[in-house]
T-cell receptor, first 110, second 115 residues
């Protein structure tokens, strides 16, 4: 079955410290991978996706096919990074079902 | 540009009542979907649609119906509300197809309480 796993429900990090949010996937074929973020009182929005290979708000995510992981990283956490983060995956040209992980609530400690 | 619009934002229902959550998008997206968000369980797919006239079940479809008569609208119907359906509901849409078109755009959510 297609599955996205985020092992940490809660993660607290001091401001200025590095951040890593873990994501593992179990998919047949070659899924497209995403990180979505939900800031307080805002709608869920795309943070970054693997195909773009870009850095957004200082965050990057590297696809490791051997470990089937897509961890989200930022070298220096900022208070505005506090939010709910979801890893997600789908298979393009398929049924377009976007499967989400259970989410990690990141809190940046001032 | 309104994007994805959900109504209502809040709703309280009594057990056994029925209602429809509305979702509309103005981006001419083919793909639309409904999710529910519960603490510790992330977002779970209820139903989805790959185009007008085509719908299919997601992970947790029981107790919900959908239809897609137009590209723009994708209403979610609760047939007989139960306390287990207390949740936050999100509608999403995307172009689909090519990987660069797969970004999902979300509505602001509907917080539903069933008492």
């Amino acid at each position: 079955a297609q599955r996205v796993t985020q092992p940490e429900k809660l993660l607290s990090v001091f401001k200025g410290a590095p951040v890593e949010l873990k994501c593992n996937y179990s998919y047949s074929g070659s899924p497209e991978l995403f990180w979505y973020v939900q800031y307080s009182r805002q709608r869920l929005q795309l943070l970054l996706r693997h195909i773009s290979r870009e850095s957004i708000k200082g965050f990057t995510a590297d696809l490791n096919k051997g470990e089937t992981s897509f961890h989200l990283k930022k070298p220096f956490a900022q208070e505005e990074d506090s939010a709910m983060y979801y890893c997600a995956a789908l298979v393009p040209f398929g049924n377009e079902k976007l499967t989400f992980g259970t989410g990690t609530r990141l809190t940046i400690i001032p | 540009n309104a994007g994805v619009t959900q109504t209502p934002k809040f709703q309280v229902l009594k057990t056994g009542q029925s209602m429809t959550l509305q979702c509309a998008q103005d981006m001419n997206h083919e793909y639309m979907s409904w999710y529910r968000q519960d603490p510790g369980m992330g977002l779970r797919l209820i139903h989805y649609s790959v185009g007008a006239g085509i719908t299919d079940q997601g992970e947790v479809p029981n107790g919900y119906n959908v239809s897609r008569s137009t590209t723009e609208d994708f209403p979610l119907r609760l047939l007989s509300a139960a306390p287990s359906q207390t949740s936050v509901y999100f509608c999403a849409s995307s172009y689909g197809g090519f990987p660069e078109n797969t970004e999902a755009f979300f509505g602001q959510g509907t917080r539903l309480t069933v008492v």
